[in-house]
């Protein structure tokens, strides 16, 4: 996981094999980790260009991404930004 999050932070053009953005989604990333012969992802988003804020993520043991692990992240992607904007108001 922390090589990959190297890359991310450090290239200019990550290869789609680590990083790729979720077709149909507003902004969603994927991280694609490969461990042990087990394969995980890791949901995520940029926040102000360059910080990668993560999300969930889960062991994927179908060629499909689940749809159920989509709208978890864009729920959560959801109520980080509600919350930074209400954190936001206070200053």
């Known amino acids: 996981m922390d090589e990959v999050l190297f890359m991310i932070s ?7 094999k680590f990083f790729e953005h979720m077709t149909g989604t507003n902004g969603l990333f994927e991280i694609r980790i490969e461990l042990g012969g087990n394969i995980f992802r890791v949901f995520c988003c940029f926040d102000e260009g360059n910080l990668i804020v993560l999300f969930n993520g889960f062991q994927k ?18 109520e980080y930004f509600k919350n930074k904007k209400e954190d936001g108001k206070g200053k």
């Open 10 to 16: 450090v290239l200019d053009r990550i290869p789609k």
């Open 61 to 78: 043991k179908t060629q499909k991404t689940p749809k159920g692990e989509i709208e978890k992240a864009e729920k959560i992607k959801i």
